[in-house]
Every structure is written in C-alpha cells, then in structure tokens.
C-alpha cells in the first residue's frame, strides 16, 4: 500500500479492515490488528500508512467507549443491531472525530455517507448521515 492512496482510499481500506475485525470477533475468530492490517494491505506493519494504522488502532482501543457515545443517538435501535458495514462506518467516523482534530465534521460525514453509499444498504446512508450529523460534537472530542 503505497503513499500515494488518497486519504478517502485510506479511510475506506480502514472501513474494510475494521469490517473484518468486527466480523472475527463476532465469529469468535479475532486477530491481533497487526496481523490483520499486514494480511489486508499485504505489507509488512511499518510500511503501512500511518494514517491507516492510527485509524485502526484507534478505532479498536476505543471501541467500546465510542459505542457507548453513539448509543443515544441510535434511538430505537441498539448498535449490535446494525450491520457490520454501517457499525464499522460509524466507529471509524467517531474515531477520526476523536482523535484527529484537523477532520472536519462536513468531510468525516461526507466519507461516511460515501462508504454507505458504496456498502450498505439503499437507505444507509441516510441513517449515518443523521447520526453523525447529530453526534459529532464538541463532546466526543473532549
């Protein structure tokens, strides 16, 4: 995976590895994010764009808490309820909302609604617009 992704590719490999994280560990069957970021970008782990490896490491450390912090704003619906797809588009847009301040609201949703898009279902993408429009604020990145 060479330097010359653009950080839109970045965050959708991101998307898929955390997709596949998700779906090992609900099968029982987790790996180490090392392993799985080496096997998905076919690289060793230290050339792997940083961007991509503090996108995921971020993403697993704090899972639980960023679930707990979008949780409110799902209403009827509980987040292990959602597919994988739209539960790893949300955890990545809440960890790069977190975790780097230079992303911008408009644009973390802007991906999301495009990864929905590409991955979910035909209606998706209006759920993670509405979440994300609701819960990205100066809360989650205290």
């Known amino acids: 995976m060479s ?3 653009t950080r839109n590719k970045l965050q959708e490999k991101a998307m898929q590895i955390l997709y ?21 970008c076919d690289l060793p782990f230290d050339e792997v764009d940083v961007f991509l490896k503090l996108s995921l490491v971020k993403a697993i450390k704090y899972k639980d808490e ?42 973390i949703i802007d991906v999301a609604v495009k990864l929905a898009k590409k991955y979910g279902d035909v ?7 509405g979440i994300l429009d609701n819960c990205l604020n ?4 205290k």
């Open 123 to 129: 209606t998706d993408y209006k759920f993670v617009n």
């Open 138 to 141: 100066d809360n989650l990145r």
């Open 20 to 40: 596949s994280h998700l779906l090992l560990e609900q099968l029982g069957k987790s790996k180490d994010i090392v392993t799985l970021i080496e096997e998905s």
């Open 66 to 107: 960023l679930i707990e912090y979008v949780t409110p704003y799902l209403r009827r619906w509980k987040f292990n309820r959602l597919n994988l797809t739209i539960q790893s588009i949300l955890i990545l847009s809440l960890t790069h909302y977190k975790f780097f301040p230079e992303m911008e609201k408009p644009i």
């Open 3 to 5: 330097q010359e992704l």
